[in-house]
């Protein structure tokens, strides 16, 4: 059997129907920061507003992981996009009125982050269902490229938009985009069963269960210790991003969508390097590569030149592309199904649970002290822990 899943038709279908529709969410995800920065000038508040993007998966992760092993992926996956949908459509209602400001921008956000929790744990063991197990890194990697495609261009299209028709427009494509995974889930089947034996009637003693399994594993508990500090070091100083495009280098929402898809494009190579072949990957990879970050993030808040500042943003999409994507593909071939989608929840409770307080700790400290000191202090400490864990795993 072909090793690849761009091979598997099935596979295909859901993986154009999810990049078209990813290319929507990152043009929501410019459009959303640079909206916080627009109208209010403040770096606690584009931090507050990534807060309430990530933080319902600090709060429902385990829980929407646990139900993910319960109930059919595919259809979960279809009523949470669905719903996503319509999110976007109230968002553009909101945006088009006069009255719009920060309050009422974080209420859709939050609303978007409850989803997008839901989602998380669905969607990473969705991919399983759809390929044979020989194909499964194959699917990872693929989706991750797609994901990162999507990172590059998206918001390059977003930047065209928010400067011709405004951020409304930008919410409003991301809501259409929500149609190109919905007819995509339409059409494809799972080739494995969700479920292979019935699962006990008690949900928090499968979420017991699933933070067990974790702090049993050695292999994934170490995984999730590093994500832990890339996502609140390295993800939740990403975050700044819209300031320093325009109160460091002065260049506005053009600036924001160029640092966004360099990120893409470097995390475009991170895929196709871990495309290739994974046999190189292990869980020293993923350590190394969160010090490395580290000391990039650090440089980056040190240069004045915005070309060698972008070319650095482009070494960090690589670089984290290598930790994140890295981890899951690590996580998916250790972890057993039975319990995938709550380890899947988890993850997620980690990697995006940690951007949202990474950008809230980072923008408030930033608000207080300045925004390029915070930055070269959040860089260094992201290396320093991940070089305390790489010392500690030796002895």
């Known amino acids: 059997m072909q090793t690849s899943a761009l091979r598997n038709r099935n596979f295909l279908t859901y993986l ?82 006069d009255g719009f400001d ?8 939050f609303i978007q982050g409850v989803l997008d929790s839901a989602h998380m744990p669905v969607r990473m063991s969705l991919v399983a269902n759809l390929v044979p197990k020989i194909q499964l890194q194959s699917a990872i990697a693929s989706a991750s490229i797609a994901f990162n495609l999507s990172r590059f261009s998206g918001p390059a299209i977003a930047g065209i938009i928010i400067t011709v028709s405004g951020v409304a427009t930008a919410f409003a494509i991301n809501a259409v985009s929500y149609l190109a995974i919905l007819t995509a889930l339409l059409l494809v089947r799972q080739i494995q069963e969700d479920r292979p034996e019935p699962r006990d009637s008690n949900i928090g003693k499968e979420l017991r269960e699933g933070f067990l399994y974790v702090i049993h594993h050695k292999s994934i508990r170490l995984l999730l210790i590093v994500i832990a500090i890339a996502s609140v070091f390295g993800r939740g100083s990403l975050e700044m991003l819209p300031p320093f495009a325009d109160a460091v280098f002065h260049r506005g929402s053009g600036a924001l969508a160029m640092f966004t898809s360099a990120i893409g ?17 292990n869980s020293s990879v993923v350590i190394g590569g969160t010090i490395i970050g580290g000391i990039l993030i650090s440089v980056f808040a040190l240069v004045g030149n915005f070309w060698l500042a972008l070319f650095i943003t482009a070494l960090l999409g690589l670089v984290l592309s290598l930790c994140g994507v890295g981890s899951q593909i690590l996580l998916q071939s250790l972890v057993d199904d039975e ?53 500690r795993r030796r002895y």
């Open 265 to 281: 494009a470097g995390a475009i190579a991170g895929g196709v390097m871990l495309s290739r072949g994974t046999a190189w990957l």
């Open 102 to 109: 920060i309050t009422i921008l974080a209420l859709p956000a």
């Open 339 to 391: 319990i995938r989608g709550r380890v899947s929840g988890l993850w997620g409770m980690v990697a995006f649970g940690g951007t949202a307080f990474g950008g809230l700790l980072i923008g408030t400290i930033a608000n207080l002290y300045g925004l390029t000191n915070t930055i070269l202090l959040a860089g260094l400490s992201c290396a320093a822990l991940a070089g305390i864990v790489a010392w």
């Open 16 to 97: 154009i129907g999810n990049t078209i529709s990813l290319h929507g969410l990152w043009v929501y995800r410019v459009a959303l920061g640079w909206s916080a920065w627009q109208l209010t000038e403040s770096e606690f508040w584009v931090g507050f507003i990534a807060f309430t993007q990530f933080f319902p998966v600090l709060l429902f992760g385990p829980f929407f992981g646990v139900l993910a092993d319960r109930f059919n992926r595919r259809l979960a996956s279809v009523l949470i996009n669905f719903l996503s949908a319509g999110n976007m459509l109230f968002l553009v209602l909101l945006a088009a009125d």
